[in-house]
């Protein structure tokens, strides 16, 4: 079972919690854990598309399990490099800044 299965609950379980069964059950339980894709692999796709979103509040999470899930720091930022010419300069710029952070 996944390591990020419970994430859900942890997160949003008191003020939402079907939808913290759900992410928990489905997303963690069920999707980051088919294995045509490594979680390696998935993080890259996650962290890419959550900084062509701009999804902020989210990014630090991932990009913390980007690195528990092999992701270096060099890639993560080769992938802001690249995604400033497709998501925009300003998504890319704010994700390093929290890139500075890890």
Do not use: N
Not at 28 to 56: C, H, M, N, P
Not at 81 to 96: D, E, K, N, Q, R
Request: proline share 3%; charged share 20%.
């Amino acid at each position: 079972m996944s390591t990020l299965v419970g994430t859900g609950h942890k997160t949003m379980g008191s003020v939402a919690p079907k939808l913290a069964e759900i992410s928990d059950a489905v997303l963690f339980g069920d999707i980051w854990e088919r294995a045509a894709l490594s979680k390696r692999d998935r993080s890259l796709v996650t962290v890419a598309a959550l900084i062509a979103l701009y999804r902020q509040e989210q990014l630090p999470f991932h990009l913390s399990k980007a690195v528990e899930h092999g992701v270096t720091r060099e890639e993560l930022t080769e992938v802001v490099t690249h995604l400033a010419f497709y998501a925009g300069w300003p998504a890319a710029a704010s994700a390093v800044k929290l890139l500075e952070s890890l």
